[in-house]
């Protein structure tokens, strides 16, 4: 299948012959590309990494739906390809367990079989008795329960390799040279230029780096920090087992007929190979390794030390495991990201793409969207969890990318709430204000590398007023929450409050080719009258929402772009791979240069008032306008617009004046009695009011029309990037809307991802939910089939494993007439 002989040109090379550069280049042919060129320093297809030593075992459900169908969609390939070696098919149909060793992990798998619903994973609970049936050689009585996924499967991922690689090379145009090694990029004029190899130097047009544990290395020759690193976990296979003796007669039968099986509170899995039993651990502390000494394979030395817990569990739970010794014994390495999810996309180095941070689960579905992405602009799923542009600058520094990459691996089988925060590191980033903040005693969380507090302690004497309209909590949803919340979100809307939203970023966009730029890549009209502020989304080709963003004229060249500070590099990236390159446009981050606060409530005009000489009526600064206005003695840009649906404003001073500008403002709101309020009030007031959150409620699987902000699109215009498909999904009809539903009882809860029902049918999933504290009724968002969302509609929300009655309700729930904002 593989060559040695070096070539000079390509227009595209992979580097790394491993399941992801496999599967890309098999999807890239289908695709009709062309003279693409795989090169892997090692052997193929059983080449140097995680590819060839990895157990194989494939579970389906992930939390993130984008993860979920990267495992289904790579199950549905793997399936379909022939075999590599006659007689030993790659893929095996086995199903998976995952098993509960406490109560608590009981109760979790209860929310993972949720999740599997939502995503459409067929998943069962099960008894210890009836996990037992399936895997005969387990003790019952040392579980609580398990959760059962029929799908899940076991791969020999090397063959999958090998069969992808030949029916690229079938379907023609792919080559693939082994025993080649990288050792330089060369690029010109900002674009990928040529591969350097020991084995000579390649030309091309673009490049695609799949080399997994090795990507570091390869990515710091272009300047480009890959944030992951290799780290070991722990591989062993048994004897043979007497009571598994049927599979042992000259290794015949099935190698793999027992589902696959993990044991997560131990942080195990485990696997039959024929008549022994592979056993994986992870419950060991983090032996990550450096990018640099990571060895010509992705296998290490076995540390003994490390196995006592698991040996000592893993006898507990398959009891037949006790009378044998381990015959099989290594470290292997896997690659571990900052946040979990793979680096895809392209780097800044135009030509130059990534596919990294990839297990073998996941890895046929992110060939494939890769590939899409390649080749449309575009994959056919939502992938923004894996851009390579999600990343703040902080987040790609060494330290932060040795910090998270090995609590990954510490917490790869913990239960994770989805409110819990970090914990190391923090305090990366702070407001001028901060130290006021603390002041107020505020639980804080990271948010965009900012420390943003969820509630602060100082306003627990609210209670006294609101208790009685704040539902209590106990359990799961009562984690990292606190009644506070609803206290400061009643009290804004009756009074004003004063946010700590410095995660706000700031990008200006400006030259004579800004107008432009931005028509071209805005849903919304952007050419206004300076001080108009508009709200507008960025659309894919396809008409989905790659931005959420409001952009207001500050000049007559001259543009602000306000976005979400974790959404920045993607956003920046965005504008510039659209920006033409004659030096028209000029594209700035200006989000540290300014910390904005939010000033909302119905007294926010007589605070903001007393705080500046500038006329701050209706009449003289009107809902959606922005003004250079003076608080005490600094100059600041002023944004009337409200993401809690209050009168008020996003007041923006320069950083070093920002702590001034805070203490004048709380002087000022003094005589109000005004409270500092949280990113938890933030939420409660926002989903009341209907507005979106990017990445939940609208993204790039859905277009505006469909999330309900078709409100913001201007189709009576010339060209912008997704208009073409907006005019045809409009014409067509709507098959989805997202819809508002209110829970019709007062023990409804939901916290999102959570399925919807439509009698016995799950038919969509929450994307949002929270208290609605000023209407009294708990609230969920999700996007529904045309023919289940009309209003008045009764349906149900399973959480964990409880149905609650829901209705489709008319939004906002809360002054749908807009009159508090604009008055």
């Given at each position: ?43 193929l297809p059983y080449n140097d990494g995680s590819t060839s030593h990895a157990p194989g075992s494939m579970y389906l459900t992930n939390f993130s739906r984008m993860m979920t169908r990267f495992a ?256 099989e014994k290594f470290n292997g390495m896997f690659a571990f990201t900052v946040d979990g999810f793979p680096v895809m996309g392209e780097s800044a180095v135009k030509g130059f793409w990534t596919a ?358 201007r189709l009576d215009r010339s060209e912008f990037v997704g208009r073409a498909a907006l005019l045809k999904a409009k014409a067509g009809g709507l098959a989805r809307l997202l819809r508002c539903l ?82």
């Open positions: 299948m593989a060559q040695t002989r070096p070539l000079s040109h390509a227009h595209l090379v992979i580097i790394g012959g491993g399941i992801v550069g496999c599967s890309t280049a098999y999807h890239l042919a289908k695709l009709g590309w062309r003279d693409i060129v795989v090169i892997d320093k090692g052997k289904v969609q790579s199950r549905q390939l793997y399936q379909e390809l022939p075999e590599f070696e006659a007689g030993r098919p790659p893929f095996r149909p086995t199903g998976g367990l995952e098993v509960a060793y406490t109560d608590e992990r009981m109760q979790d798998l209860k929310r993972k079989h949720g999740v599997a619903t939502s995503y459409g994973v067929e998943s069962y609970l099960l008894t210890p008795g009836e996990t037992a049936h399936h895997i005969p050689i387990l003790d019952p009585a040392v579980i609580v329960g398990s959760f059962y996924v029929p799908g899940d499967a076991n791969i020999i991922a090397w063959h999958i390799a090998g069969s992808l690689a030949r029916e690229a090379g079938r379907i023609g145009g792919v080559r693939f040279i082994q025993d080649t090694r990288v050792t330089d990029l060369e690029v010109d004029r900002g674009r990928i230029g040529a591969i350097v190899t020991d084995q000579g130097t390649i030309r091309c047009e673009q490049a695609l780096l799949c080399a997994n544990i090795w990507a570091p290395v390869i990515g710091e020759k272009l300047g480009l920090r890959i944030p992951l690193l290799a780290a070991q976990h722990q591989y062993t296979i048994t004897e043979g087992l007497p009571e598994l003796s049927e599979y042992a007669q000259e290794r015949g039968g099935d190698e793999i007929v027992h589902p696959i099986l993990r044991h997560q509170d131990f942080s195990m899995y485990f696997r039959q190979h024929w008549d022994s039993y592979g056993i994986g651990n992870y419950r060991h502390v983090p032996l990550m390794v450096d990018p640099y000494r990571l060895g010509k394979t992705a296998i290490k030395p076995f540390t003994p030390k490390h196995f006592d817990t698991a040996w000592q569990a893993a006898r507990e739970l398959l009891p037949p495991v006790n009378n044998v010794d381990l015959i990294v941070g990839v297990w073998i689960t996941h890895a046929g579905g992110v060939g494939k969207a890769i590939a899409e992405l390649m080749t449309a602009g575009e994959a056919e799923i939502d992938i923004h969890e894996a851009d390579i542009n999600r990343l703040l600058p902080f987040q790609q520094t060494r330290r932060y990318v040795e910090l998270r990459s090995a609590q990954n691996y510490r917490e790869v089988y913990d239960i994770i709430h989805p409110a819990q925060p970090i914990d190391r590191p923090r305090n990366v980033r702070l407001s001028p204000y901060h130290a006021r903040l603390a002041d107020q005693n505020g639980h804080f969380i990271p948010s965009a590398g900012y420390e943003i507090a969820q509630w602060y302690e100082a306003n627990e004497r609210l209670l006294a007023s609101y208790a009685a309209q704040i539902p209590q909590r106990t359990g799961w949803e009562a984690q990292f929450w606190s009644p506070i919340q609803g206290a400061e979100h009643l009290e804004v809307r009756a009074n004003v409050g004063l946010f700590n939203v410095s995660t706000l970023a700031v990008i200006e966009v400006g030259g004579p080719g800004a107008t432009g730029l931005l028509e071209r890549v805005a849903a919304n009209r952007i050419e206004r009258p300076i001080g108009k502020i508009v709200y507008t989304s960025l659309l894919t080709p396809k008409g989905g929402i790659a931005g959420d963003l409001t952009i207001m004229r500050l000049d007559q060249d001259r543009y602000w772009v306000v976005t979400g500070g974790a959404l920045l590099t993607r956003d920046m990236a965005w504008l510039r791979r659209h920006a033409p390159d004659d030096g028209s446009v000029t594209i700035t981050d200006h989000s540290s240069r300014y910390m904005p606060i939010g000033l909302w409530g119905p007294n926010a005009r007589r605070v903001l008032q007393k705080a500046t000489g500038h006329d701050v009526s209706n009449e003289a600064f009107p809902y959606y306008t922005a003004r250079s206005i003076e608080i005490g003695c600094a100059p600041v840009v002023a944004l009337r617009i409200s993401y809690v649906g209050e009168l008020g404003w996003e007041l923006y001073p320069p950083a070093e004046y920002a702590l001034s500008v805070w203490d004048d403002l709380w002087a000022a709101g003094r005589e109000f009695g005004m409270i500092a309020a949280g990113a938890g009030a933030f939420d409660s007031l926002r989903l009341e009011k209907g507005y979106r959150l990017w990445g939940q409620d609208i993204h790039q699987d859905y277009n505006p029309f469909e999330a309900g902000t078709g409100w913001a699109v209110t829970f019709d009882t007062a023990t409804g809860m939901a916290l999102g991802k959570e399925p919807i029902f439509d009698g016995d049918h799950c038919i969509g999933y929450v994307t949002s939910a929270n208290m609605g504290y000023s209407v009294g009724k708990h609230i969920a968002y999700g996007y529904l089939p045309a023919e289940s969302s009309a209003l008045g509609r009764q349906l149900e929300i399973e959480y964990f494993g409880e149905r609650h009655p829901v209705t489709v309700g008319v939004e906002p729930l809360f002054d749908p007439t807009n009159k508090r904002l604009k008055g």
